[in-house]
């Protein structure tokens, strides 16, 4: 895949160690929680490097972009979820689709909810 431009970092602590907050990433991420290729529409599985790292990506007409959630300990029973965005919006209509997803702020509400329901389910 072509090198992507940064976009975004957003970060939640979660009460639960590695492990368990792993499992809740791959409950709200992933359609079967047991299978972390079984990720959202428009995305296909990168990586998963099992409890620290789950890489998506995808590319449609108007976008490249990849989703990656790192997770690090903060203590024996906290974890700290970073979710970081990069994407390339090519040709006057990927500006135009940037405008509407980035631009509006859309991808930071919906990358922010997807944060606290992972805090929820851990």
């Not at 930071?108 to 329901?117: F, H």
Request: net charge positive; charged share 30%; glycine share 6%.
């Amino acid at each position: 895949m072509e090198r992507l431009s940064y976009i975004d970092e957003h970060a939640r602590s979660v009460d639960a160690n590695r492990d368990r907050a792993w499992k809740a990433l791959l409950k709200v991420v992933c359609k079967d929680p047991a299978d972390p290729a079984t990720v959202p529409t428009g995305f296909v599985l990168d990586s998963a490097e099992p409890p620290a790292r789950l890489a998506l990506k995808g590319r449609h007409w108007f976008s490249r972009y990849a989703l990656v959630f790192e997770l690090d300990e903060e203590g024996s029973s906290r974890t700290r979820i970073r979710a970081k965005s990069w994407a390339n919006f090519p040709g006057p209509h990927g500006k135009i689709y940037r405008a509407l997803v980035i631009g509006t702020g859309g991808h930071k509400i919906a990358v922010r909810r997807m944060l606290r329901q992972i805090a929820a389910a851990a």
